[in-house]
């Protein structure tokens, strides 16, 4: 287990509502109070740097089981330390779906550098015919019930699926997107659209389906989540229902809140996702959504995908793109450098606002508790190389994008998962 000094560094703690500056001693993996003893420890110092607890992402796909070759759940794993995470989300929609008690055990019980926190189907096999058996995913382990990759449409089934989802005090997710409104699209109405000739995307496939999803949630009272918001109209609606006391949330992906329909340079897959990149008006509802807390966390749907899915042109390509490498740097400079968002308020969306969104303990850095914590440099520039990635998968839009801030150690469960400090630091 590790064993660490961390001298002088910037300690942002949202369950604690701190942020000074100070030591952290890591004993056997257990945060020590301060005073502790300081021998046979190794230093690091942290004047430059900033600690907080380990990141939680609530959107990922770890393709595992079902396509080994874009994902597995150790390479995924690996990302995710990389990317300065201790806990992720992994979405069902693999091969075969998540949709049984001993899936969810096996994601829980692997060992890997990071913690799993699966979610599950809604419905059996993600068909959108019938239930899955809710309860027991639930009490396998389930944090969350979705059918993500696709919506569950039929009125009364996920009627039913919320009622339960209540009584079990689970949450739904939604991935808001009406397939007969979406029909064929693949990107928001645009330069790019035309150029290529490709299928648009109306932006009301996705406000609809966040509308039924409000009005299921005042029906039931079901605390619903809407994934990956693409739409201003959207964030609106998301407000208003906040407003009114209805348990809905929604969250932002780096790339929503950094890339516009206007930007995509040309032919290019890795810019192909659903839902789509909104336009300059969306980002801007999107970024100004999360400063007012109306999107509470950030989530990366990290979607990773062959070369020979994303590199054939846009109309050809896969939805999706991998994040949690990029997911610190990229949200860093648009929410924290542009937007002059507060840097307590940046590590609660990647922290203590996942983990209460999924009924968990909130992480934190008090004394006592196991070492889930990641250092982040936030002053040194590097350059976005997919070459260099832990990922499988090299589909991302970040591309060559220049940031400052990268996560440089990740401890999980009082185990260092990663590391670009300490050499060859074993615990």
């Known amino acids: 287990m590790t064993n660490l000094l961390i001298k002088n560094v910037r300690i942002i703690d949202p369950g604690a509502g701190t942020d000074i500056k100070g030591d952290i001693i890591i004993r056997d993996g257990v945060i020590q109070p301060a005073g502790a003893p300081l021998e046979h420890l190794t230093e690091i110092d942290g004047s430059t740097l900033i600690a907080c607890p380990g990141l939680w992402d609530a959107h990922v796909h770890f393709r595992d089981p079902g396509n080994a070759r874009a994902e597995t759940q150790i390479s995924g794993a690996h990302s995710a330390a990389a990317g300065g995470f201790t806990h992720v989300v992994t979405m069902p929609n693999t091969v075969p779906a998540i949709d049984t008690p001993e899936l969810i055990r096996a994601q829980i019980e692997a060992d890997l550098p990071v913690k799993i926190l699966p979610s599950a189907c809604i419905s059996a096999q993600r068909r959108g015919l019938e239930l899955a058996d809710l309860p027991a995913l639930v009490h396998a382990g389930a944090v969350a019930l979705t059918d993500d990759g696709a919506m569950l449409e039929d009125d009364d089934l996920m009627r039913k699926a919320m009622l339960q989802a209540k009584a079990l005090n689970s949450l739904i997710m939604e991935h808001a997107v009406i397939s007969s409104i979406a029909k064929r699209g693949i990107i928001r109405e645009g330069a790019t659209a035309q150029r290529y000739n490709l299928p648009v995307f109306p932006p009301e496939a996705e406000i609809e389906a966040v509308r039924r999803d409000i009005r299921l949630c005042q029906e039931t009272g ?15 609606l998301i407000r208003a229902a906040q407003r009114a006391g209805l348990p809905v949330s929604g969250e932002a ?3 929503h809140i950094a890339i516009a329909v206007e930007d995509i ?13 909104g336009n300059l008006e969306d980002v801007r509802a999107i970024r100004e959504g999360v400063l007012d807390n109306t999107l509470a966390i950030f989530a990366t749907d990290h979607a990773p995908h062959t070369a020979e899915t994303k590199t054939n042109g846009f109309a050809r390509a896969a939805f999706g793109v991998v994040g949690l490498e990029t997911a610190v740097g990229v949200s860093w400079k648009i929410m924290v450098e542009e937007e002059r968002m507060p840097l307590m308020d940046w590590v609660t969306r990647w922290t203590v606002a996942p983990a209460r969104l999924l009924n968990q303990p909130l992480p934190s850095l008090a004394a006592g508790s196991t070492a889930d914590l990641v250092l982040i440099d936030p002053i040194t520039p590097w350059t976005v190389d997919p070459d260099k990635f832990k990922s499988l998968s090299r589909n991302t839009p970040f591309t060559g994008w220049k940031l400052n801030a990268r996560p440089v150690l ?3 469960g009082g185990k260092v998962s990663f590391n670009t400090l300490l050499g060859d630091y074993e615990d």
């Open 265 to 277: 340079p040309g032919d290019d897959g890795n810019y192909r996702m659903n839902p789509p990149l």
């Open 253 to 255: 992906s780096p790339h």
């Open 410 to 412: 990740t401890i999980c």
């Open 222 to 236: 079901c605390p619903t989540h809407i994934q990956h918001i693409s739409c201003a109209a959207s964030v609106g």
